[in-house]
């Protein structure tokens, strides 16, 4: 399995930069797919994400400003970060979650990319 993150760099306050996670090794469309982020100082946290069913869901700091999407026939999942602020300054993680059934036990796989850079200057 893996999950490779693209697209980071340095960005401007009010700009838009675009991460894009190519994954391979699993089933795309079976995994909930998400992004995450690690501010310097602080813990990991969710950003948004994108079940194999239903409506994407964002963390409220990025609501309206990222969206998230997925490509199946490319097995690719992308975050458009508009409206940049500083504080969206972290490194970016794509996360792939699949949780079912096993017999009466209930299981959960989950893969991490490498993450990637976001600096955004005021």
């Known amino acids: 399995v893996q999950l490779q993150a693209s697209g980071g760099g340095l960005g401007q306050a009010g700009g838009s930069l675009r991460l894009s996670c190519t994954t391979s090794?699993?089933?795309?469309?079976?995994?909930?797919l998400g992004w995450f982020r690690q501010a310097p100082g602080k813990t990991r946290a969710w950003v948004a994400s994108?079940?194999?069913?239903?409506?994407?869901a964002y963390e409220e700091s990025v609501k309206g400003r990222f969206t998230i999407s997925g490509d199946v026939a490319k097995n690719t999942v992308t975050l458009q970060m508009n409206d940049l602020k500083p504080e969206d300054t972290a490194i970016y993680y794509c996360?792939?979650?699949?949780?079912?059934?096993?017999?009466?036990?209930?299981?959960?796989?989950?893969?991490w990319g490498q993450g990637t850079q976001v600096t955004v200057s005021s």
């Open positions: 996360h792939a979650e699949s949780q079912y059934f096993r017999g009466s036990s209930f299981l959960t796989e989950d893969y």
């Open positions: 090794g699993f089933t795309f469309e079976r995994y909930a």
């Open positions: 994108m079940p194999p069913r239903g409506r994407a």
